[in-house]
């Protein structure tokens, strides 16, 4: 992961709509990618199977599925230490917590999906529950299945994974699919669909 | 008896890999009634351990899902594991749920949950295996609840990644230091890592506690093959390992994950050998869950945290208000402080109470260790309870009956004490005198079973301006402590109380007592000259090896007399108004401006025609899209240091514009957003309670009646937490609140807001101020 990489993903997270951002915020950003580094530890597990799990073979999911030879349920976090560093800056200086959350954000996907790579390049993006009106809910299916606890995740009973920088999902394998705004979460509060914008495609390497 | 730490003890091996090889994976602690002859049966393939650990993992109140009440489950799990003829220990996992203050589960409920296993299962069983925690929290919860609600032998089993930490950032040294302080039998490591990997953390933990240690690795490190999970290690080389660690001195071996009874029958020919023997060097040592600090060379104590002489801390310790409290330690963390001092001894408060709270969330923000200090016994207690590590309690003194209340908290909890060399009569005035009090604290802790390295002495400062002849006294005193073998502390800036310049013989003070001996300076650290002659003592003293640390902090130091220009030196973050300051956000020449700003006019005049006006201009460019969120964020930032300096001189009353409630409601812990809304309102000069996040309906309530706030504004982003939302709305409505009610977050939109009953849907900070200002 280096700072190209993650670059236009902060700006996103900051809420700069495909501008770049000042050369202050642009060393700000540099110097939290270098502070991340020392407290990341990031995880990742995961379980194929080969056989849909009941939890699955439900909509929006058998569309997302659909056509794919096999799953794999994944969980993963950067570790409990971001959460602390992000904490402890809202102290010192709001606005570099700002900007190490959205850092932290951004490496969080970034290492995940260079971990995926192992699952060759036949395989559709991670799908979360609360993605494309699936139930938020359904993580705790995920959790019955892939025990995340050992590596550091645990789940509240509202449906929160903690720690904050953690996700958990379900990737297709055997068939391509990237992501679009209609499986977003926030489709109909999008900031940047409003200025007929998106996220993601600035972010694409 | 089986008798730890003299002869090996062999633990038995995996149940869960087992348990999936049955098809009885899915619902582990459920077999222990569904098929009980298949666990028995497991457990007789273990007999050749010399303990049998119950099938019982996942059995506590917080994570158990099962069908079965936990109190038949644990005791025909018990009954299952006698099967085997051996010794029986009750099996104790972790919860699965996250503690406070990174999760949302309490210390205590914790505690509860492993309370009522201990309560029933004391009778039945030879002891407790608390094993595969990964938090140290969590892991002292349940060693206390196993202590206090049964009276068994205790192992404590943490895991640690590949990183040699737990999950949560503790080093090997701090979890021996903790669990050893908390009095358990035998402590170490399992699961997660095989014997190979695992190298580093058991050598550490052989080489800093006296307490037996554990080894219970995993079957080395799983392969992934065709999306299953495969142990390849074989036996020989398990045992290997196994008898290598044996000869390092581990006391109790056994096997985790994909481990199977032939490697169990394999190692049991280690049962029964002589433990080998090591040479453990006694330190003082205290430290947070991720910290550790040894008392040696000079350690800096910081002492913001205590009323005494401080107006507006005892007014935040009498309000509640934790925010302040919270900036001043983490100010002291930022100056350099080892650890902190933490008083809230205030007249007619609950003082344990307010105790475990400041405890609470100072440690939230801060990962010092911490003193506590205080001398009422259930504060104390309260304090070290709730501190997630090892503390240093200030203090004892001479006199027996302080001692009798606070070394047995000292010894339950595995604290360090500080003990001052007073008793009734007062402070002798000799230094041989003084020498003679530490002695007895010395001997009268050794008699409380806590040992000469968990004892710190304080040889007290008294004013040079009145007792003058005395400051030699407690200096030589140091001198003569030391002997014993202990460590030391002074509250060096008592000695200038009442001279002018107060600072110079503080200093002058500090470098006296260093030299002969001062471990632990009780004192300001945002005091640069302090702090600077600590830092320049270590490399007179040679504990500043090359004095690296020193040319670190110093390197760029230029003297007082050109450090404007070093500063604006190439740099474009000098500015020289305060509008400018605010508009470009620069925080750290808001209060210095605004004090030349007030030298000018009047401080209304500054807060609506400079403050208020340059955070207009920024709202503007930040809604027209030419400015963005970490620069609204700063000039926010820069805004409300500026007020804290108006606030100080506005008559009280005016100094504020009203008070506003924030929370995240229960069930989220997402917090930015608002504490994004925080900085902004407080920018505007409104008065912020913050109640924190994961905040339950009652509590929202309960402020409202206290602070007939303004304006409450609830945070929530995920759509589960927003009926949470909507359950305090409703609430408070009942409590006949006819507050505004703002909502936010990112799942919320008018519509939703309306629904549940909030007033105002603002879709970020800016807004929030601008609804807000037309209800002022």
């Given at each position: 992961?280096?700072?190209?990489?993650?670059?236009?993903?902060?700006?996103?997270?900051?809420?700069?709509?495909?501008?770049?951002?000042?050369?202050?915020?642009?060393?700000?950003?540099?110097?939290?990618?270098?502070?991340?580094?020392?407290?990341?530890?990031?995880?990742?597990?995961?379980?194929?199977?080969?056989?849909?799990?009941?939890?699955?073979?439900?909509?929006?999911?058998?569309?997302?599925?659909?056509?794919?030879?096999?799953?794999?349920?994944?969980?993963?976090?950067?570790?409990?230490?971001?959460?602390?560093?992000?904490?402890?800056?809202?102290?010192?200086?709001?606005?570099?917590?700002?900007?190490?959350?959205?850092?932290?954000?951004?490496?969080?996907?970034?290492?995940?999906?260079?971990?995926?790579?192992?699952?060759?390049?036949?395989?559709?993006?991670?799908?979360?529950?609360?993605?494309?009106?699936?139930?938020?809910?359904?993580?705790?299916?995920?959790?019955?299945?892939?025990?995340?606890?050992?590596?550091?995740?645990?789940?509240?009973?509202?449906?929160?994974?903690?720690?904050?920088?953690?996700?958990?999902?379900?990737?297709?394998?055997?068939?391509?699919?990237?992501?679009?705004?209609?499986?977003?979460?926030?489709?109909?509060?999008?900031?940047?669909?409003?200025?007929?914008?998106?996220?993601?495609?600035?972010?694409?390497? | 008896?089986?008798?730890?730490?003299?002869?090996?003890?062999?633990?038995?091996?995996?149940?869960?890999?087992?348990?999936?090889?049955?098809?009885?994976?899915?619902?582990?602690?459920?077999?222990?009634?569904?098929?009980?002859?298949?666990?028995?049966?497991?457990?007789?393939?273990?007999?050749?351990?010399?303990?049998?650990?119950?099938?019982?993992?996942?059995?506590?109140?917080?994570?158990?899902?099962?069908?079965?009440?936990?109190?038949?489950?644990?005791?025909?799990?018990?009954?299952?594991?006698?099967?085997?003829?051996?010794?029986?220990?009750?099996?104790?996992?972790?919860?699965?749920?996250?503690?406070?203050?990174?999760?949302?589960?309490?210390?205590?409920?914790?505690?509860?949950?492993?309370?009522?296993?201990?309560?029933?299962?004391?009778?039945?069983?030879?002891?407790?295996?608390?094993?595969?925690?990964?938090?140290?929290?969590?892991?002292?919860?349940?060693?206390?609840?196993?202590?206090?609600?049964?009276?068994?032998?205790?192992?404590?089993?943490?895991?640690?990644?590949?990183?040699?930490?737990?999950?949560?950032?503790?080093?090997?040294?701090?979890?021996?230091?903790?669990?050893?302080?908390?009095?358990?039998?035998?402590?170490?490591?399992?699961?997660?890592?095989?014997?190979?990997?695992?190298?580093?953390?058991?050598?550490?933990?052989?080489?800093?506690?006296?307490?037996?240690?554990?080894?219970?690795?995993?079957?080395?490190?799983?392969?992934?093959?065709?999306?299953?999970?495969?142990?390849?290690?074989?036996?020989?080389?398990?045992?290997?390992?196994?008898?290598?660690?044996?000869?390092?001195?581990?006391?109790?071996?056994?096997?985790?994950?994909?481990?199977?009874?032939?490697?169990?029958?394999?190692?049991?020919?280690?049962?029964?050998?002589?433990?080998?023997?090591?040479n453990i060097e006694p330190k003082t040592i205290i430290n947070?869950?991720?910290?550790?600090?040894?008392?040696?060379?000079?350690?800096?104590?910081?002492?913001?945290?205590?009323?005494?002489?401080?107006?507006?801390?005892?007014?935040?310790?009498?309000?509640?208000?934790?925010?302040?409290?919270?900036?001043?330690?983490?100010?002291?963390?930022?100056?350099?402080?080892?650890?902190?001092?933490?008083?809230?001894?205030?007249?007619?408060?609950?003082?344990?109470?307010?105790?475990?709270?400041?405890?609470?969330?100072?440690?939230?923000?801060?990962?010092?260790?911490?003193?506590?200090?205080?001398?009422?016994?259930?504060?104390?207690?309260?304090?070290?309870?709730?501190?997630?590590?090892?503390?240093?309690?200030?203090?004892?003194?001479?006199?027996?009956?302080?001692?009798?209340?606070?070394?047995?908290?000292?010894?339950?909890?595995?604290?360090?004490?500080?003990?001052?060399?007073?008793?009734?009569?007062?402070?002798?005035?000799?230094?041989?005198?003084?020498?003679?009090?530490?002695?007895?604290?010395?001997?009268?802790?050794?008699?409380?079973?806590?040992?000469?390295?968990?004892?710190?002495?304080?040889?007290?400062?008294?004013?040079?301006?009145?007792?003058?002849?005395?400051?030699?006294?407690?200096?030589?005193?140091?001198?003569?402590?030391?002997?014993?073998?202990?460590?030391?502390?002074?509250?060096?800036?008592?000695?200038?109380?009442?001279?002018?310049?107060?600072?110079?013989?503080?200093?002058?003070?500090?470098?006296?007592?260093?030299?002969?001996?001062?471990?632990?300076?009780?004192?300001?650290?945002?005091?640069?000259?302090?702090?600077?002659?600590?830092?320049?003592?270590?490399?007179?003293?040679?504990?500043?090896?090359?004095?690296?640390?020193?040319?670190?902090?110093?390197?760029?130091?230029?003297?007082?007399?050109?450090?404007?220009?070093?500063?604006?030196?190439?740099?474009?973050?000098?500015?020289?108004?305060?509008?400018?300051?605010?508009?470009?956000?620069?925080?750290?020449?808001?209060?210095?401006?605004?004090?030349?700003?007030?030298?000018?006019?009047?401080?209304?005049?500054?807060?609506?025609?400079?403050?208020?006006?340059?955070?207009?201009?920024?709202?503007?460019?930040?809604?027209?899209?030419?400015?963005?969120?970490?620069?609204?964020?700063?000039?926010?930032?820069?805004?409300?240091?500026?007020?804290?300096?108006?606030?100080?001189?506005?008559?009280?009353?005016?100094?504020?514009?009203?008070?506003?409630?924030?929370?995240?409601?229960?069930g989220d812990v997402h917090d930015i957003g608002k504490n994004?809304?925080?900085?902004?309102?407080?920018?505007?000069?409104?008065?912020?309670?913050?109640?924190?996040?994961?905040?339950?309906?009652?509590?929202?309530?309960?402020?409202?009646?206290?602070?007939?706030?303004?304006?409450?504004?609830?945070?929530?982003?995920?759509?589960?937490?927003?009926?949470?939302?909507?359950?305090?709305?409703?609430?408070?409505?009942?409590?006949?609140?006819?507050?505004?009610?703002?909502?936010?977050?990112?799942?919320?939109?008018?519509?939703?807001?309306?629904?549940?009953?909030?007033?105002?849907?603002?879709?970020?900070?800016?807004?929030?101020?601008?609804?807000?200002?037309?209800?002022?």
């Amino acid at each position: 992961m280096n700072f190209s990489d993650v670059k236009l993903s902060i700006y996103t997270y900051l809420g700069y709509k495909g501008i770049a951002a000042d050369a202050q915020t642009d060393e700000e950003i540099g110097q939290c990618l270098g502070e991340l580094e020392g407290v990341i530890r990031f995880s990742y597990t995961f379980k194929q199977l080969d056989v849909l799990p009941e939890f699955l073979s439900k909509q929006p999911y058998c569309d997302f599925l659909k056509g794919c030879k096999y799953i794999v349920l994944c969980a993963t976090t950067l570790g409990v230490e971001v959460d602390r560093r992000i904490k402890y800056l809202s102290k010192i200086d709001m606005r570099k917590s700002l900007i190490f959350d959205a850092c932290a954000s951004a490496a969080l996907e970034c290492l995940a999906d260079e971990y995926e790579g192992k699952f060759g390049e036949e395989r559709t993006y991670r799908f979360c529950p609360g993605y494309g009106g699936s139930d938020i809910k359904d993580l705790q299916y995920i959790f019955t299945f892939l025990r995340p606890e050992k590596i550091g995740i645990s789940l509240t009973d509202s449906g929160l994974m903690l720690p904050q920088k953690s996700m958990a999902g379900i990737i297709g394998i055997g068939k391509k699919m990237q992501k679009t705004c209609a499986e977003c979460i926030n489709f109909s509060a999008c900031a940047y669909l409003k200025d007929g914008k998106k996220c993601y495609s600035s972010v694409k390497k | 008896m089986l008798q730890f730490g003299e002869k090996i003890i062999v633990l038995d091996g995996a149940m869960g890999t087992r348990l999936e090889e049955l098809g009885l994976a899915e619902r582990p602690e459920d077999a222990n009634m569904t098929d009980a002859e298949a666990i028995k049966s497991i457990h007789r393939e273990y007999s050749a351990a010399d303990i049998i650990l119950t099938n019982t993992f996942g059995l506590n109140k917080i994570k158990y899902k099962g069908k079965f009440g936990i109190r038949e489950v644990a005791l025909k799990a018990i009954e299952n594991a006698r099967a085997a003829g051996k010794a029986v220990f009750f099996d104790v996992g972790p919860t699965g749920a996250m503690l406070k203050p990174i999760g949302t589960l309490s210390f205590d409920e914790a505690y509860a949950a492993f309370a009522e296993i201990a309560d029933i299962t004391r009778d039945f069983v030879d002891g407790y295996f608390a094993e595969t925690f990964s938090d140290l929290y969590e892991m002292k919860a349940c060693v206390l609840a196993l202590k206090e609600h049964a009276d068994k032998p205790i192992f404590a089993s943490m895991t640690f990644d590949a990183s040699g930490r737990t999950l949560t950032g503790s080093t090997p040294e701090i979890v021996a230091n903790t669990l050893a302080g908390l009095g358990v039998d035998a402590l170490g490591v399992n699961c997660s890592l095989g014997p190979k990997e695992m190298y580093n953390v058991v050598k550490k933990l052989l080489d800093c506690s006296p307490v037996p240690v554990i080894v219970e690795p995993n079957r080395g490190l799983p392969v992934f093959n065709g999306g299953k999970t495969e142990y390849t290690l074989t036996v020989e080389e398990f045992d290997s390992y196994i008898g290598k660690y044996i000869d390092m001195g581990a006391a109790i071996v056994g096997g985790c994950c994909g481990t199977n009874p032939q490697f169990i029958n394999k190692i049991s020919k280690y049962s029964g050998r002589s433990v080998a023997k090591r040479n453990i060097e006694p330190k003082t040592i205290i430290n947070s869950s991720t910290r550790l600090v040894e008392i040696d060379g000079v350690k800096i104590c910081g002492e913001r945290l205590n009323p005494t002489g401080k107006k507006k801390l005892k007014e935040a310790i009498v309000a509640g208000d934790f925010d302040y409290l919270v900036d001043e330690a983490v100010k002291q963390q930022e100056a350099g402080a080892d650890l902190l001092d933490v008083n809230v001894g205030v007249p007619k408060i609950d003082e344990p109470a307010v105790m475990k709270n400041t405890v609470e969330r100072v440690q939230e923000y801060v990962d010092l260790p911490l003193q506590i200090d205080s001398s009422n016994k259930d504060a104390i207690e309260a304090g070290v309870r709730y501190f997630n590590g090892v503390p240093l309690i200030n203090s004892v003194n001479g006199e027996e009956s302080v001692m009798a209340r606070v070394f047995p908290i000292a010894k339950k909890y595995g604290a360090v004490v500080l003990g001052l060399t007073m008793d009734e009569r007062g402070v002798p005035k000799t230094a041989v005198e003084r020498f003679e009090i530490a002695k007895r604290i010395i001997k009268r802790a050794e008699e409380y079973g806590i040992p000469r390295h968990k004892i710190m002495i304080d040889t007290l400062v008294l004013t040079a301006s009145a007792e003058q002849s005395l400051v030699k006294e407690t200096v030589e005193a140091l001198r003569l402590v030391k002997t014993l073998g202990v460590k030391t502390a002074l509250g060096v800036s008592n000695v200038s109380f009442g001279l002018p310049n107060r600072g110079l013989l503080n200093k002058t003070f500090l470098t006296m007592a260093m030299t002969c001996g001062l471990n632990m300076p009780i004192m300001n650290p945002l005091d640069g000259e302090m702090t600077g002659a600590v830092k320049a003592f270590a490399v007179l003293s040679g504990e500043d090896e090359n004095s690296e640390k020193y040319i670190d902090i110093y390197k760029d130091f230029t003297p007082m007399a050109n450090s404007v220009a070093a500063v604006s030196k190439g740099e474009d973050k000098s500015v020289n108004n305060l509008f400018d300051c605010v508009k470009r956000g620069i925080k750290s020449q808001a209060a210095a401006l605004c004090i030349e700003e007030l030298k000018k006019s009047d401080p209304m005049i500054v807060v609506n025609d400079v403050l208020i006006k340059a955070l207009d201009e920024v709202g503007k460019l930040y809604d027209s899209g030419k400015l963005f969120l970490p620069q609204l964020v700063a000039s926010a930032e820069a805004a409300k240091t500026a007020f804290a300096e108006v606030t100080k001189i506005l008559p009280q009353g005016e100094s504020t514009k009203g008070e506003v409630i924030l929370a995240t409601v229960k069930g989220d812990v997402h917090d930015i957003g608002k504490n994004i809304v925080k900085v902004v309102l407080q920018s505007h000069g409104y008065s912020v309670i913050d109640l924190g996040k994961d905040v339950p309906p009652e509590t929202i309530v309960q402020a409202y009646k206290k602070y007939k706030p303004l304006a409450i504004g609830l945070s929530a982003l995920m759509t589960t937490t927003v009926s949470s939302m909507e359950e305090t709305i409703n609430k408070l409505r009942s409590a006949g609140c006819e507050t505004s009610i703002f909502v936010g977050g990112a799942v919320l939109n008018g519509e939703i807001a309306k629904q549940i009953g909030a007033d105002y849907y603002t879709k970020d900070a800016l807004e929030f101020v601008k609804v807000l200002e037309t209800l002022v």
